[in-house]
T-cell receptor
Framework: AQSVTQPDIHITVSEGASLELRCNYS??????LFWYVQSPGQGLQLLLK??????LVQGIKGFEAEFKRSQSSFNLRKPSVHWSDAAEYFC???????????FGAGTRLFVKA | KAGVTQTPRYLIKTRGQQVTLSCSPI?????VSWYQQTPGQGLQFLFE???????NKGNFPGRFSGRQFSNSRSEMNVSTLELGDSALYLC???????????FGPGTRLTVT
């Protein structure tokens, strides 16, 4: 069965430092992959998506993610974190067979001054 | 283009009551999905509607039901509310054939 694992429940980084959030997926075929961000009390906002082609995808707010098939990973990165990036981040995989989206448990990002 | 809207944003109900939540998708989006989000269980898929038909269903009891209207607006109903139904209920819409979803702000349901 398809699954998404985000190994880190929470991460704390200093403002201005780089960020990498990990995501591993289990899927038989080439997956459709997504990263969403959720601010407290809000809905989820799509940061970026990967369907095919270039394995490094750019998203909004300065985020990027790299698809690595050999590692079944789709890690999210940002070179310099801002205090406003503090939120919860969800990795998700699209099930091409049933049009379902499977979400990871999320990683909460804390940013310290 | 207006985003996904959900009403009401906050709701307080008593155990045993029923509740109806509403979702208006982005114009042109015919698929609407509902999710329940709780601190303990995370994001759980409830169901998806496409062109007024339920296309996918998650693993929730029959107390949770939904429907979609011809204008793609969707409602979700929970009957005989339990304390454990307290959650943020999120609605998401997407274009037919696309995988990326666009979420509304959610309805915060509190059951007392």
């Amino acid at each position: 069965a398809q699954s998404v694992t985000q190994p880190d429940i929470h991460i704390t980084v200093s403002e201005g430092a780089s960020l990498e959030l990990r995501c591993n997926y289990s899927y038989g075929a080439t997956p459709y992959l997504f990263w969403y961000v959720q601010s407290p009390g809000q809905g989820l906002q799509l940061l970026l998506k990967y369907f095919s082609g270039d394995t490094l995808v750019q998203g909004i707010k300065g985020f990027e993610a790299e698809f690595k098939r050999s590692q079944s990973s789709f890690n999210l990165r940002k070179p310099s974190v801002h205090w406003s990036d503090a939120a919860e981040y969800f990795c998700a995989v699209g099930d091409t067979g049933g049009f379902k989206t499977i979400f990871g448990a999320g990683t909460r990002l804390f940013v310290k001054a | 283009k207006a985003g996904v809207t959900q009403t009401p944003r906050y709701l307080i109900k008593t155990r045993g009551q029923q509740v109806t939540l509403s979702c208006s998708p982005i114009s042109g989006h015919r698929s609407v999905s509902w999710y329940q989000q709780t601190p303990g269980q995370g994001l759980q898929f409830l169901f998806e509607y496409f062109s007024e038909t339920q296309r996918n269903k998650g693993n929730f009891p029959g107390r949770f039901s939904g429907r979609q209207f011809s204008n793609s607006r969707s409602e979700m109903n929970v009957s005989t509310l339990e304390l454990g139904d307290s959650a943020l209920y999120l609605c998401a819409s997407r274009i037919a054939g696309a995988y990326e979803q666009y979420f509304g702000p959610g309805t915060r349901l509190t059951v007392t």
